[in-house]
Every structure is written in C-alpha cells, then in structure tokens.
C-alpha cells in the first residue's frame, strides 16, 4: 500500500498545473503530472522532481483517460487528490489579437459552433469524463477531494451586474465554458454531500501563462496558491466552495 496521499493534476506540463504539482510534492504528495503529450509531461515531471509520475492524459480522449486510471488503480490503487486544472481559451486566436478583438469575434450572433465546441469539450465534458473515470479511485482514499479550476470570467452573479468591468468580454467560449464548468462542479458537489469526497472550485486571478499569451499579471506560484489551499484542506474542511486567495468568496 502506497503511504504517501496521491494526486493527479490534469494538464500539469506547463502554467498553473506544473506549479500546482511542485507545491503538492512540497507538501509530501506523490503527484502524477498529467499531460496530453507524454513526453511534455516527463519533462515537467523532472523539473518537479522527486515522487512525480508522468501521465499520458488527453482529457478529451476517453481511451487515454480509461488507460490513466487503470495505471493508477495498478500502481497506487486510490486517489486522494484530483485537481481538474486542464483548460483550453480558444483554438485559433491570433497571439497579436487582444481578448476585446477575439470577443468581438465570438459573440452569440457570430461564434463558430465549432470552436464553442472544442472549448466546451476540454473544458467541461473533460472535466466531466475524467471525474467519472477517477471517482471509483477516489472512492477508494480516506477522505479524497476534487478541486476543480474555474475562472471568475464564468460567473453568472458577476456578469448579470453592468457594473462588472470585464462583462463586456463575456461569451459563448471560454467565459461560458466556466459557467457551465461550475454548474457541473455543483452537481457534483450535491451528488457527493453524502460521501467524504469535498468538491470545491477556485479561480487562480489573472496569471501569466500560455493561456492568455503571458499577459497574466501574477506569478504561477500566486496562479497555484488557493488551488493547493484547498486541495490541502483536511476532512473537515469544506466542500462547495468557489473562492480565489485566500479564501474570499467568488459569486456563482
Ligand atoms: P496553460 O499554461 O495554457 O496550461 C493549460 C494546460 O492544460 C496545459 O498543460 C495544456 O497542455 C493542458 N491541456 C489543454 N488541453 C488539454 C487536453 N485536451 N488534455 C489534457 N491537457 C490539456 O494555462 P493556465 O493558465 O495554467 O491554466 C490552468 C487553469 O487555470 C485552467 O483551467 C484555466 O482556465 C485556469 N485559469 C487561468 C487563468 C489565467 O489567468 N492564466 C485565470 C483563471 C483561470 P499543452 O501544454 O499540451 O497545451
């Protein structure tokens, strides 16, 4: 039997996901680094380094999740940490167009369905598909928890408010990916209430990372800190939570 808490952080080879596998080895878990690209993942895993694990996982290829989760039921037989992390802003966005140009371009009235699909698929159908997969293995861990990586771009309470300055950037996309992430973090935490198993949402702020052409304005390390607050949070934390640093509250 494996001592040590095990988890997983999907799309963990770069940005937030690779800062959130260091801080969660510093706390002494065994940490596999989930990445769609095997030898993406292997890199990221060295420069984490001791008790860190590669894992092929394309959160939106249910063989490559079926196959992740048989690994680990063989190697560790539970998890006790799943940080649903792996997200995608768009899938053609030109690096010099700025985020008010692409919302222009993909509004309600005028956005490929196509590209609302391939976001939505990473975003919330993974989230979903791997949350099914590993449920079985987290069933299986004393008190396991799912913390799953939201935004609060995808805040419906935010958004309804004409005040709120970024409301003009709210699409079908990525902001709406979020919403209907939370929706299904929701359900989940409903469908759990009954179990051990916490599930909480948490926003990491606006960070420099491949996902916004590095024009974030905080550091990965302050990207990944709520995310391992939470995923550290004992079994009598809370579940149902949606908070950035440190612990404030964001709006569904
Ligand atoms: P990032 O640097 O672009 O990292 C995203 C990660 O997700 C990469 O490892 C990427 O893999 C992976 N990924 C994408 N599609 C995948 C798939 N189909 N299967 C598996 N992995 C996949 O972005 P980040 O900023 O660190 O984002 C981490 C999380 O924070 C996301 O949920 C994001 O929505 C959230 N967030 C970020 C910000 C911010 O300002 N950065 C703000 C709010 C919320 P590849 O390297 O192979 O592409």
């Given at each position: 039997m494996h001592k040590k808490p095990v988890a997983l952080v999907t799309g963990?080879?770069?940005?937030i996901g690779l800062q959130i596998a260091k801080d969660l080895v510093a706390h002494d878990f065994t940490v596999l680094v989930g990445s769609r690209i095997l030898r993406r993942g292997e890199a990221a895993a060295k420069e984490v380094g001791s008790d860190t694990r590669a894992l092929q996982l394309d959160v939106t290829d249910q063989a490559s999740i079926t196959a992740a989760a048989e690994r680990i039921r063989k190697e560790f037989?539970?998890?006790?940490v799943l940080i649903n992390n792996a997200a995608i802003s768009?899938?053609?966005?030109?690096?010099?167009?700025s985020v008010q140009d692409y919302a222009k371009l993909t509004?309600?009235?005028?956005?490929s369905l196509n590209e609302v699909r391939a976001i939505w698929d990473t975003n919330v159908f993974g989230v979903l598909a791997v949350t099914q997969a590993m449920l079985p293995l987290l069933r299986e861990a004393p008190a396991a928890r799912i913390v799953n990586v939201s935004s609060g771009v995808g805040s419906l309470t935010r958004n309804s408010?004409?005040?709120?300055?970024?409301?003009?950037?709210?699409?079908?996309?990525y902001p709406a990916s979020k919403t209907a992430l939370n929706a299904i973090t929701l359900a989940m935490m409903i469908e759990l209430e009954s179990t051990g198993i916490k599930v909480n949402l948490v926003t990491p702020g606006f960070?420099?990372?491949?996902l916004n052409g590095y024009a974030g304005t905080q550091s990965v390390e302050e990207g990944s800190r709520e995310v391992v607050r939470v995923a550290l949070l004992g079994p009598d934390g809370p579940t149902g939570t949606f908070t950035r640093w440190e612990n404030a509250t964001i709006p569904w």
């Amino acid at each position: 039997m494996h001592k040590k808490p095990v988890a997983l952080v999907t799309g963990a080879n770069q940005g937030i996901g690779l800062q959130i596998a260091k801080d969660l080895v510093a706390h002494d878990f065994t940490v596999l680094v989930g990445s769609r690209i095997l030898r993406r993942g292997e890199a990221a895993a060295k420069e984490v380094g001791s008790d860190t694990r590669a894992l092929q996982l394309d959160v939106t290829d249910q063989a490559s999740i079926t196959a992740a989760a048989e690994r680990i039921r063989k190697e560790f037989g539970r998890l006790d940490v799943l940080i649903n992390n792996a997200a995608i802003s768009n899938t053609g966005k030109q690096p010099d167009m700025s985020v008010q140009d692409y919302a222009k371009l993909t509004r309600p009235s005028n956005v490929s369905l196509n590209e609302v699909r391939a976001i939505w698929d990473t975003n919330v159908f993974g989230v979903l598909a791997v949350t099914q997969a590993m449920l079985p293995l987290l069933r299986e861990a004393p008190a396991a928890r799912i913390v799953n990586v939201s935004s609060g771009v995808g805040s419906l309470t935010r958004n309804s408010d004409p005040a709120f300055p970024y409301r003009s950037i709210f699409g079908p996309v990525y902001p709406a990916s979020k919403t209907a992430l939370n929706a299904i973090t929701l359900a989940m935490m409903i469908e759990l209430e009954s179990t051990g198993i916490k599930v909480n949402l948490v926003t990491p702020g606006f960070t420099k990372t491949n996902l916004n052409g590095y024009a974030g304005t905080q550091s990965v390390e302050e990207g990944s800190r709520e995310v391992v607050r939470v995923a550290l949070l004992g079994p009598d934390g809370p579940t149902g939570t949606f908070t950035r640093w440190e612990n404030a509250t964001i709006p569904w």
